[in-house]
């Protein structure tokens, strides 16, 4: 069994064409995370770049609902498992390989076993990113994640009211400790504007986050509102940047891509090498 106090050294060879990981995480569950990947997959992707996302939610997998995924992916015997294309990018998840009313009781250590499965026995082929919707909280998914990858970076959703950054200082304070690098945090329900009257209602109280990132040194990624047009369009598969483009949410998802392209370039990871200066 896996443990923090276990150094394991991220295997190159799991997803060898795979030139960026991102993982999505969060402290609370519900706040907004398989929502975010998705979108911030496909802003990617409309950047033209080859993008996959793997849902590593054992316990609640929402990537196939997400991207309106009905079919299983066609294995062969022997091969590894081709992921899903939808609206452009390429997906598997857990979901695929469960029934979905059946309750899941895995133990710790299969979890992990799953997460590494669904990376290693997938034919990932060649990804600029590859952006891994994960379970909330800090458990063996994060964990088996982190040992066995080398992420690029992780992207931290929470919504701005005290109790979800609280947890947020959790997550940081687990990735931290395994010296995964925090891309960021963006503010997701930040704010909703009354489509009636333009109001603006800061349900859950707004620029939390952002205060959150400033005072820990974290990058903030950017926010994004309490709108139902987000939810209809995920519940339905259409995730707004393909229902509706040119809404100023899916602009707000844009921004956030290219942040995320932006810092991604200027980490140590970014494809650009180390100057070594020998003497
Ligand atoms: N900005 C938003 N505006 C309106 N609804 C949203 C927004 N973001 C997410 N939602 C909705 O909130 C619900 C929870 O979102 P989502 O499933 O993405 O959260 P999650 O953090 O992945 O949850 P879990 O922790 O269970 O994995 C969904 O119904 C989703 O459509
Ligand atoms: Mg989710």
């Known amino acids: 069994m896996s443990a923090m106090n276990e150094p394991q050294q991220p295997d190159p060879n799991l997803i060898p064409g795979v030139k960026h990981v991102i993982a999505v995480a969060s402290g609370k569950g519900g706040v907004g995370k398989s929502t975010t990947a998705v979108n911030l997959a496909i802003a990617l992707s409309q950047t033209g770049a080859s993008v996959g996302i793997m849902d590593a939610d054992i316990y609640g997998p929402s990537i196939p609902r997400m991207l309106n995924i009905t079919e299983k992916p066609e294995g062969e015997e022997g091969k590894k498992i081709p992921p899903v294309t939808a609206h452009g990018i390429k997906a598997v998840s857990m979901g695929f390989f469960m029934d979905e009313d059946t309750p899941v009781v895995w133990r710790g250590p299969m979890v992990g076993m799953a997460v590494e499965q669904l990376l290693r026995d997938v034919e990932w082929g060649e990804l600029d990113y590859l952006i891994i919707d994960l379970p909330p909280g800090t458990g063996d998914a994060q964990l088996t994640l982190t040992q066995k990858v080398p992420l690029t970076g992780v992207v931290i959703v929470s919504t701005p009211q005290a109790v ?116």
Do not use: W
């Open 164 to 279: 979800a950054l609280a947890d947020v200082r959790k997550g940081v304070n687990m990735f931290k400790k395994v010296d995964a690098p925090i891309l960021g945090i963006i503010e997701n329900m930040s704010y909703f504007v009354c489509p009636k009257c333009g109001h603006q209602a800061d349900i859950f109280s707004h620029g939390g986050a952002k205060q959150e990132a400033e005072a820990t040194g974290m990058n903030f990624l950017g926010d994004v509102p309490l709108d139902s047009s987000i939810r209809e369009n995920a519940d339905a598969g259409t995730p707004i940047l393909i229902a509706q483009p040119d809404s100023p949410h899916s602009a707000k998802y844009r921004e956030i891509a290219n942040r995320v392209i932006e810092l991604i370039a200027q980490s140590p990871k970014g494809g650009k090498m180390p100057n070594i200066v020998i003497e």
